[in-house]
């Protein structure tokens, strides 16, 4: 489903160049839970960011979904993203301006379907995430716990082949990490969806298919 | 998604009350200002009681002599010779209205002073200007010829000359002690209608000139009228022929210039321009300025608000970027938002205008100066609130389209 090949980053400032990412070879399948685990700092997040396509490496190629990612222009990247992936981010990133609701169908909004279409979509989004009951609330009315599942439902909403979650339980006490964790687990589990998830959690990674490990920017398992 | 536009809009323009305080006064109070002018504008231009006929007309209002050898230069209206001799025989326009410009006169009812503009005309003057009597008539020929002591007063001077009463024709009225009978009553123009404007008509034949004077400068103008629009060049051209041809006393001058010229032109060529320039240019010029002046500094603000804003929404911006939203759909959002926020400032422009319309109107700074948001501002002041909302939006919104993903979410 996604294959990173020889993959590079490299942050160059003036006067420093930091290697991101080293030779990076990486192949994920249909259907596979991966988690990224290392130390902060270590590329993780930089890895998980060009396999979202929303970060260019410096070498190497990528493949996503039968897709060569290189090379796309600024709206064919978006309709790319916009199909075939979902975000988890460690912050939530919810618009605080919008509802529940409106949230969660955000994707929708750029592609085409009717507003009663989006409705019906982001109403199931958040009935398999267990929110059925929150969507006229705004993000700033919810728990961490809550928040979190309200971006999985974002996440989902547009039925993504992969899911990219850039350490979806780190802002949540152990308890709301686990659901959290329970509900990508049978994401994956029902409905083959990839996913790829950074954590710096070891039982978290512990529960998925199979574990990355990088250090300094390189893999080293 | 207009929909998600419009609720990220409000909750924004909630989020910031100064902030949008600040935008929405800015854009409502310049919109008034323009709003303002414009009717400001359109009073003075547009063709209004009792000259309603300007699109047909052409007005005679300067002339100028110089005599480079001998340092001589005159410039000012031309005389009623001039105008009665020459312009009158002209055979392109329908009809030809000579008359002067206003001269205040005093008279005193109860111990107070009143100062009555009178203004001295032909019979033309009646035929070519569409007066609405309150009662009476205007005077005829062969009074004018007679130079009787006959006068066409305004509403305005009736009431504060004789009161209440219902009926003043007959009556008479003096004035820098001359009795005039009045023959009519006309609706009153305001003095911002210079050609027409007056309190008091009067047959020329009573103006104070010397009747055997041929000179060339006076103090009266002509209005001369066509049968349509398609007329005027023709007019035009006849009048530059009749100057061109005119004798010229070469002991004294040795350039003579007038124009006919359109009626916003006659009245730059009055007050800013000269026989060479009609100062309409000039006048554009400056009205342009003054535009886009009251258009910069909102613009400006909201560039400037609307780009700090971004740094706020950085979030926002990479959320929609990531889940599929590309570089153009966001600077789209973005001046859709804006111009959300620009209309809601015309709206409240609209309202603030019709405010100071209504006190304008109450308040008689100029008397019988009526001024009205018509559609045609309306429309002029919506435009203009495009004009704000695609000119402060378009740059916040390429700049947050080029925002990259990564870097905004770290800012978070």
Not at chain 2, 85 to 92: G, N, Q, R, W
Not at chain 2, 217 to 237: E, H, R, T, V, W
Not at chain 2, 335 to 354: C, R
Request: hydrophobic residues 40%; aromatic residues 10%; glycine residues 6%.
């Amino acid at each position: 489903m996604i294959h990173l090949q020889n993959i590079e980053k490299v942050y160059r400032t003036d006067t420093v160049e930091t290697q991101a990412l080293s030779s990076i070879n990486l192949n994920v399948a249909k259907g596979e839970f991966l988690s990224i685990m290392g130390p902060s700092g270590c590329g993780k997040s930089t890895l998980l960011n060009i396999m979202g396509l929303l970060d260019e490496p410096t070498r190497g190629s990528i493949r996503i979904a039968d897709s060569t990612a290189d090379k796309l222009s600024d709206k064919q990247l978006a309709h790319f993203r916009n199909r075939t992936i979902g975000f988890i981010f460690q912050s939530y990133h919810l618009i605080n301006d919008l509802r529940v609701l409106d949230n969660v169908e955000l994707p929708l909004l750029y592609r085409k379907s009717t507003a009663k279409e989006r409705k019906q979509l982001a109403l199931e989004a958040l009935e398999k995430v267990g929110l059925s009951n929150r969507t006229k609330h705004f993000p700033t009315q919810l728990s961490g716990g809550q928040k979190q599942r309200v971006a999985i439902a974002r996440a989902i909403v547009g039925q993504p082949e992969i899911i990219l979650a850039d350490e979806p339980t780190g802002n949540l006490d152990s308890a709301m990490g686990s659901d959290v964790m329970d509900i990508l687990i049978r994401l994956n589990k029902d409905e083959g969806t990839t996913i790829v998830m950074v954590t710096h959690d070891e039982n978290m990674a512990r529960k998925t298919h199979r574990l990355v490990r990088l250090f300094d920017g390189s893999q080293v398992q | 998604m207009l929909k998600n536009y419009f609720k990220i809009a409000i909750a924004v323009l909630k989020r910031r009350k100064f902030f949008t305080f600040i935008s929405l006064f800015g854009i409502s109070f310049s919109l008034t200002i323009i709003m303002v002018l414009t009717a400001f504008s359109d009073h003075l231009v547009d063709s209004s009681y009792p000259d309603a006929h300007r699109s047909r007309n052409l007005y005679i209002s300067m002339m100028r002599l110089t005599g480079e050898k001998h340092g001589f230069s005159q410039n000012g209206p031309p005389s009623f010779y001039f105008l009665d001799h020459y312009v009158k025989k002209m055979k392109t326009p329908e009809k030809v209205a000579i008359t002067s410009f206003h001269q205040p006169t005093n008279t005193y009812i109860n111990n107070k002073k009143l100062t009555i503009d009178q203004k001295f005309t032909d019979d033309t003057f009646w035929e070519v200007l569409d007066f609405e009597f309150l009662e009476g008539k205007p005077y005829t020929r062969q009074q004018i010829d007679n130079a009787e002591r006959v006068a066409v007063i305004s509403e305005n001077v009736r009431r504060k000359y004789f009161g209440d009463e219902p009926s003043v024709t007959g009556r008479y009225i003096e004035t820098d002690n001359i009795r005039y009978r009045v023959s009519g009553v006309v609706k009153s123009v305001p003095i911002t209608q210079f050609a027409t404007y007056g309190d008091m008509y009067l047959p020329h034949t009573l103006g104070k000139r010397d009747p055997q004077d041929k000179g060339l400068n006076g103090d009266y103008f002509a209005i001369l009228q066509g049968k349509d629009a398609s007329s005027l060049p023709a007019m035009a051209a006849e009048y530059d022929d009749i100057i061109r041809r005119l004798p010229i006393d070469t002991s004294r001058y040795d350039k003579i210039s007038s124009r006919a010229d359109k009626y916003v032109a006659s009245y730059t060529r009055l007050f800013i321009g000269n026989q060479d320039d009609s100062g309409l240019n000039r006048l554009l010029l400056y009205v342009g300025l003054v535009l886009l002046f009251f258009l910069l500094l909102p613009t400006l603000n909201l560039v400037n608000i609307n780009t700090s804003r971004i740094m706020e929404r950085s979030s926002e911006i990479a959320v929609r970027k990531a889940f599929g939203a590309s570089s153009g759909t966001l600077a789209l959002q973005f001046i859709v938002e804006n111009l959300i926020l620009t209309v809601i400032g015309g709206l409240i422009g609209v309202v603030l205008s019709f405010i100071v319309l209504a006190i304008w109107n109450n308040s008689g700074a100029l008397e019988d100066v009526y001024l009205y948001l018509n559609y045609k501002v309306l429309i002029i002041s919506l435009l203009v609130c495009l004009v704000f909302g695609l000119m402060s939006g378009v740059y916040p919104a390429w700049r947050m389209s080029r925002l990259h993903v990564v870097t905004a979410l770290k800012t978070y």
